[in-house]
């Protein structure tokens, strides 16, 4: 199989990345893998191309680590995405919402035409489009997500705060990776209006009751 990751950028790919992992395997179990950039895509009269990194079955990588040399080593050729069996969305919004704010919207955009043409798409562009920022999860029962406010009014914080016995999570709408996530209690409660105003300053603010049990982890769903 043809089998495409479409990414952030190819530098910063790095051995750890599960996405890293994910190529390995395909790679090992004969199937070719191309790694596209955000900025990568080309179109032209319908048809949509990209400019590809290609890293071919009869290519003798072992590990992670070489795979990333290999890719990094290998030129951009301009190929159709129409050719292609998968094409795989494993880029973090987030990661461009300062520097480049119009890469992700116009990957999902490019994807969607790829949907439409035919073209196996995993982690449909129409459903990530919708799930843009932590919003999307108040859809959910209520019996499996916790107590929220989305704001960016100091007071509505403190509000919280005490109907939460000052004891909440504070994190911004649009992030990952745990960044910007603070705890707030009363034995920090003097930190909570420099933590609100820090996160505004890039969106809106996510307050969320504490759950003791997130300590021993969480278990995610894909479907």
Known sequence: MKIAFVINQTHKETE??????????????????????????????AHIAAHVRE?????????????????????KTKMELE??????????????????????????QFASLLKEKGVQVINDPDSLGRAS?????????????????VT??????????????????????????GKNVFLINKDNQQNLKQTVEAIARDG?????????EAAAGDIRFFC
Do not use: C
């Not at 072992?62 to 290999?70: I, N, Y």
């Not at 007071?155 to 649009?174: G, R, S, W």
């Open 133 to 149: 920022n932590k919003l999307y999860l108040e859809g959910f029962d209520e019996s499996i997500r916790p107590k929220t406010i």
């Open 152 to 177: 960016r009014n100091y007071a509505d914080v403190v509000e919280f705060f005490e109907q939460q016995n000052k004891l909440i999570i504070l994190k911004p709408l649009k992030g990952s990776g």
């Open 83 to 108: 050719k292609m069996d998968v094409i795989w969305l494993r880029f973090d919004p987030v990661l461009d919402m300062v520097n480049r704010p119009w890469a992700a919207s116009s990957a999902l």
């Open 16 to 45: 750890r990345f599960t996405t890293t992992l994910l190529a390995l395997k395909a790679h090992q179990l004969g199937h070719a893998i191309y790694y596209i950039g955000l900025a990568d895509f080309y179109y032209e009269s």
């Open 55 to 75: 890293v071919l079955p009869t290519q003798q990588i072992t590990s992670a680590k070489q795979l990333m040399e290999v890719l990094r080593a290998t030129a």
């Open 204 to 212: 809106y603010v996510i307050g969320q009751e504490y759950l003791p």
